[in-house]
């Protein structure tokens, strides 16, 4: 397990505190949670979610939901919606403070012409492949371009004239003016803003010019009053970018806020980029964005995970500052903990075997008493009749010595009814077995004589007459690890080709009529479940959430 189980913890609310102790943020703790509505969210998001509304609630402070919508090409309100409905699904609120780095565009070009007055930047007329090749690299310094000494008026002028529509994609950037030899690249005169004549999903047409991540981001969180703006590793290299920026448009030390960053989430057998995931949907290798194979939180949601067992994880797995991989059986245990205290028991059958009980009346039929789940407690009453099924793979003809369900001339009890002893066996023309035959011991279901007979086996079953039909869907992974838990750089080559089956002809017990989708249960004996939203009156549909079997239980023990 990480080293930082809990917010308490965690190097970052350390940071927080030691902040207040040095008399910094006395107005309080401010987070933000900023994506791109480029994409849906996936789990690695989740993580960062859990973070930033955590640290807020820890602090009583408050937490921000901000678009980073400053890319127009790539960004869409289809994102926007899905983005709000997951994060109020994983159980958290931004209240009203739901802001567009968009909202900032006037205030963000007023902040760049500052920049420029102060002589802090300037409009570069090199192409991007020129810019590339002037910043030098990680051992030989930079070259400064030739129209960096511009004049403040100039740059004003032409600046104004990028905003107006004057020039064409790629002609002319604006760059904040820093130092071409700094050994951080990203003081090498980063570019701050660019032209492109591109729609946006809220500006519409009203710009032509956007500010880069690296101008847009600071000020976004200045303006909205953030105190820490966490965000993952890759941007530890822009932080003195990010504090030169505010250090230079005169945002006190005191107040402004501080970036802190953290080690992204990576899953064995998953895939956490919106641009892999978009790939996934678009090429139809999954059937959308919240397939239940999908990481995604929409996926995560209908393949029957909870939110309480999506925070869980992220508790689980800490915050740290060192990249690291963690086994998705960590995440399934997360969530079998959750459905093993908090879903019913049910019986299913997915492949089915009828069986006769020939002793038991034609025309009768019983109702027997069955516990839903030993922790909470509650009962419901499952219909008992002489035919019912079994699944194919509880009976074999010619076991191994110590199969414990049932042969012929064997005993079983059936979980809630009676022991039946296998009698007959019958086959079709091609000796698969299709149907056996078997007596009850009718004194043997609870209460009865026999009831406390001892019988190594016991299996679920279904009332044939009275079971209900259902499609059951069961997954394994959508992508294959290597030996080391890592996905190859090609993930497509690694897509595991049988991540899903479709059984058509499962039978559930009636109990379930009616009941709504979102709703989970344990099927004795074959794992957790989930009512998938195909569901309809005439057919339920479930999707396999994880097995019984928890793996990663055996780690930790191990
Ligand atoms: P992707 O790489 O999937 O495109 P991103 O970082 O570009 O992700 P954003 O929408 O910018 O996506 O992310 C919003 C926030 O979520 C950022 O603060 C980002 O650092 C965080 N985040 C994204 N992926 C992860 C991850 N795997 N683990 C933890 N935090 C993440
Ligand atoms: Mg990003």
């Given at each position: 397990?990480?080293?930082?189980?809990?917010?308490?913890?965690?190097?970052?609310?350390?940071?927080?505190?030691?902040?207040?102790?040095?008399?910094?943020?006395?107005?309080?703790?401010?987070?933000?949670?900023?994506?791109?509505?480029?994409?849906?969210?996936?789990?690695?998001?989740?993580?960062?979610?859990?973070?930033?509304?955590?640290?807020?609630?820890?602090?009583?402070?408050?937490?921000?939901?901000?678009?980073?919508?400053?890319?127009?090409?790539?960004?869409?309100?289809?994102?926007?919606?899905?983005?709000?409905?997951?994060?109020?699904?994983?159980?958290?609120?931004?209240?009203?403070?739901?802001?567009?780095?968009?909202?900032?565009?006037?205030?963000?070009?007023?902040?760049?012409?500052?920049?420029?007055?102060?002589?802090?930047?300037?409009?570069?007329?090199?192409?991007?492949?020129?810019?590339?090749?002037?910043?030098?690299?990680?051992?030989?310094?930079?070259?400064?371009?030739?129209?960096?000494?511009?004049?403040?008026?100039?740059?004003?002028?032409?600046?104004?004239?990028?905003?107006?529509?004057?020039?064409?994609?790629?002609?002319?950037?604006?760059?904040?003016?820093?130092?071409?030899?700094?050994?951080?690249?990203?003081?090498?005169?980063?570019?701050?803003?660019?032209?492109?004549?591109?729609?946006?999903?809220?500006?519409?047409?009203?710009?032509?010019?956007?500010?880069?991540?690296?101008?847009?981001?600071?000020?976004?969180?200045?303006?909205?009053?953030?105190?820490?703006?966490?965000?993952?590793?890759?941007?530890?290299?822009?932080?003195?970018?990010?504090?030169?920026?505010?250090?230079?448009?005169?945002?006190?030390?005191?107040?402004?806020?501080?970036?802190?960053?953290?080690?992204?989430?990576?899953?064995?057998?998953?895939?956490?980029?919106?641009?892999?995931?978009?790939?996934?949907?678009?090429?139809?290798?999954?059937?959308?964005?919240?397939?239940p194979?999908?990481?995604?939180?929409?996926?995560?949601?209908?393949?029957?995970?909870?939110?309480?067992?999506?925070?869980?994880?992220?508790?689980?797995?800490?915050?740290?500052?060192?990249?690291?991989?963690?086994?998705?059986?960590?995440?399934?245990?997360?969530?079998?903990?959750?459905?093993?205290?908090?879903?019913?028991?049910?019986?299913a059958v997915l492949r089915p075997?009828?069986?006769?009980?020939?002793?038991?009346?034609?025309?009768?039929?019983?109702?027997?008493?069955?516990?839903?789940?030993?922790?909470?407690?509650?009962?419901?009453?499952?219909?008992?009749?002489?035919?019912?099924?079994?699944?194919?793979?509880?009976?074999?003809?010619?076991?191994?010595?110590?199969?414990?369900?049932?042969?012929?001339?064997?005993?079983?009890?059936?979980?809630?009814?009676?022991?039946?002893?296998?009698?007959?066996?019958?086959?079709?023309?091609?000796?698969?077995?299709?149907?056996?035959?078997?007596?009850?011991?009718?004194?043997?279901?609870?209460?009865?004589?026999?009831?406390?007979?001892?019988?190594?086996?016991?299996?679920?079953?279904?009332?044939?007459?009275?079971a209900l039909p259902a499609e059951v869907r069961l997954y394994?992974?959508?992508?294959?690890?290597?030996?080391?838990?890592?996905?190859?750089?090609?993930?497509?080559?690694?897509?595991?080709?049988?991540?899903l089956e479709t059984i058509e002809n499962a039978w559930i017990?009636?109990?379930v009529?009616?009941?709504?989708v979102?709703?989970?249960?344990?099927f004795?004996?074959?794992?957790?479940f989930v009512v998938d939203p195909d569901t309809t009156p005439d057919k339920l549909v479930f999707n396999r959430?994880?097995?019984?079997?928890?793996?990663?239980?055996?780690?930790?023990?191990?």
């Amino acid at each position: 397990m990480a080293e930082n189980t809990t917010i308490a913890s965690n190097f970052i609310q350390n940071a927080i505190e030691e902040d207040q102790k040095n008399g910094k943020y006395t107005e309080g703790i401010h987070t933000r949670f900023p994506p791109e509505p480029n994409g849906y969210l996936h789990i690695g998001h989740a993580k960062s979610i859990c973070l930033n509304f955590g640290l807020a609630e820890y602090n009583r402070g408050l937490c921000n939901l901000r678009f980073d919508d400053t890319n127009p090409t790539k960004e869409d309100t289809e994102y926007v919606d899905s983005i709000q409905e997951d994060i109020h699904w994983l159980g958290f609120s931004w209240q009203n403070r739901m802001f567009y780095a968009s909202d900032y565009f006037d205030k963000l070009y007023e902040y760049a012409c500052e920049l420029i007055k102060k002589g802090l930047a300037y409009v570069d007329d090199l192409s991007a492949d020129e810019i590339r090749a002037y910043r030098g690299t990680l051992t030989e310094p930079g070259k400064e371009s030739p129209y960096r000494n511009r004049s403040v008026e100039e740059n004003l002028d032409l600046f104004a004239r990028m905003k107006a529509g004057e020039f064409a994609d790629g002609e002319k950037v604006l760059r904040a003016k820093i130092d071409m030899a700094s050994p951080n690249m990203v003081l090498r005169d980063t570019v701050i803003y660019r032209i492109a004549h591109a729609h946006h999903h809220r500006t519409g047409d009203a710009w032509c010019i956007y500010p880069m991540y690296d101008f847009a981001h600071p000020l976004s969180d200045a303006i909205e009053g953030i105190t820490h703006s966490v965000c993952t590793l890759e941007f530890e290299e822009h932080r003195p970018f990010y504090d030169w920026l505010l250090e230079s448009l005169g945002f006190d030390a005191n107040t402004r806020p501080r970036q802190i960053e953290f080690a992204r989430l990576n899953l064995t057998n998953t895939v956490t980029s919106k641009r892999k995931l978009r790939q996934l949907v678009e090429e139809h290798f999954v059937s959308g964005w919240d397939d239940p194979r999908m990481p995604t939180i929409s996926g995560l949601r209908r393949r029957g995970y909870t939110p309480a067992s999506l925070r869980k994880f992220c508790e689980e797995i800490g915050v740290a500052k060192a990249d690291s991989l963690v086994d998705v059986s960590m995440l399934e245990h997360c969530v079998r903990d959750d459905l093993n205290e908090n879903a019913d028991r049910v019986m299913a059958v997915l492949r089915p075997l009828k069986v006769v009980i020939t002793n038991y009346p034609e025309d009768k039929e019983e109702y027997l008493l069955a516990d839903n789940n030993p922790m909470h407690g509650g009962s419901r009453f499952v219909p008992f009749s002489r035919e019912i099924y079994i699944e194919q793979e509880d009976f074999m003809e010619e076991p191994p010595k110590k199969y414990f369900r049932l042969k012929p001339g064997g005993e079983v009890r059936l979980k809630h009814a009676y022991i039946i002893k296998c009698e007959e066996v019958i086959k079709d023309e091609n000796g698969k077995v299709v149907e056996l035959h078997c007596t009850a011991d009718l004194d043997s279901k609870t209460g009865g004589a026999t009831a406390g007979r001892k019988i190594k086996g016991t299996i679920h079953w279904v009332a044939a007459k009275t079971a209900l039909p259902a499609e059951v869907r069961l997954y394994d992974y959508l992508i294959e690890s290597d030996e080391n838990g890592n996905v190859p750089a090609d993930f497509l080559e690694a897509l595991n080709k049988n991540s899903l089956e479709t059984i058509e002809n499962a039978w559930i017990e009636p109990s379930v009529k009616l009941t709504a989708v979102g709703t989970h249960y344990q099927f004795l004996r074959t794992g957790y479940f989930v009512v998938d939203p195909d569901t309809t009156p005439d057919k339920l549909v479930f999707n396999r959430v994880v097995g019984l079997r928890d793996s990663w239980a055996k780690v930790k023990k191990g």
